[in-house]
């Protein structure tokens, strides 16, 4: 069974920091291209950063880059982003999800390139 379950959300304040974990299981995840995104309340989801099987390439958001840095550890089937300086505009639920097969690297933006999804973290930042 494929199954991706995040953790290490939480509460932070401004100009913090929190590390998400992201476990992946029932597939051979060092194959595929996996991503974060977000989704704040009456919000479109948002792809924030995504890396190739390798680590050889990520991509990431306007909004994020220079803020997060994507990475993964494919001997423990982990995902990770290191998010620092966080903003009010950061508080979301953040999810991980695996790409298709054949994955479109230009098209990493679109949630429609990506299944299955974990069920999501939130991350609340105050001011």
């Known amino acids: 069974q494929v199954q991706l379950v995040e953790s290490g959300g939480g509460s932070v304040q401004a100009g913090g920091s929190l590390r998400l974990s992201c476990a992946a299981s029932?597939?051979?995840?060092?194959?595929?291209?996996m991503a974060w995104f977000r989704q704040a309340p009456g919000k479109e989801r948002e792809g924030t950063a995504a890396?190739?099987?390798?680590?050889?390439?990520?991509f990431y958001s306007d909004s994020v880059k220079g803020r997060f840095t994507i990475s993964r550890d494919n001997t423990k089937n982990t995902l990770y982003p290191q998010m620092n300086s966080l903003q009010p505009d950061d508080t979301a639920m953040y999810s991980c999800?695996?790409?298709?097969?054949?994955?479109?690297?230009?098209?990493?933006?679109?949630?429609?390139?990506?299944?299955?999804w974990g069920q999501g973290t939130q991350v609340t930042v105050s001011s």
């Open positions: 999800a695996r790409a298709i097969q054949y994955f479109p690297a230009v098209s990493w933006r679109e949630p429609s390139n990506y299944t299955p």
């Open positions: 029932g597939f051979p995840y060092s194959n595929y291209y």
């Open positions: 890396i190739s099987p390798s680590s050889a390439y990520t």
